[in-house]
């Protein structure tokens, strides 16, 4: 007889981007951006932040695992600004 076994259901980790007051971007991964994002407007979680305040959380991409959201990261941290900016654009809600 053949055994089944369930697959293991693995969190979901984000990659996110957050902009600061001074325009830099910040990349990073959470399980939970929305609440990292709080995190980093209270100036704790990154170093970053100290010399200009998180102002926006402009970009959030899923992945299924941390391993893959910090693969994802690495690439993203390696990126010209002006390609950063083009991910929040790809994301940008029209009014």
């Given at each position: 007889?053949?055994?089944?076994t ?6 979901p ?27 980093h407007?209270?100036g ?18 899923r ?8 693969r994802?990261e ?15 654009q790809?994301?940008?809600?029209e009014?």
């Open positions: 007889m053949e055994t089944v369930a697959p293991v259901l693995t969190k980790w984000f990659v996110y981007l957050v902009r600061a007051a001074n325009g830099a971007l910040y990349c990073g991964i959470s399980d939970d951006p929305v609440k990292r994002f709080a995190k407007q209270t704790k979680g990154a170093r970053f932040f100290a010399s200009s305040p998180a102002v926006a959380l402009v970009y959030i991409e992945w299924p695992d941390k391993g893959e959201a910090l994802q690495r690439l993203i941290k390696k990126l010209r600004k002006s390609a950063k900016e083009c991910l929040v790809s994301q940008a809600v009014p």
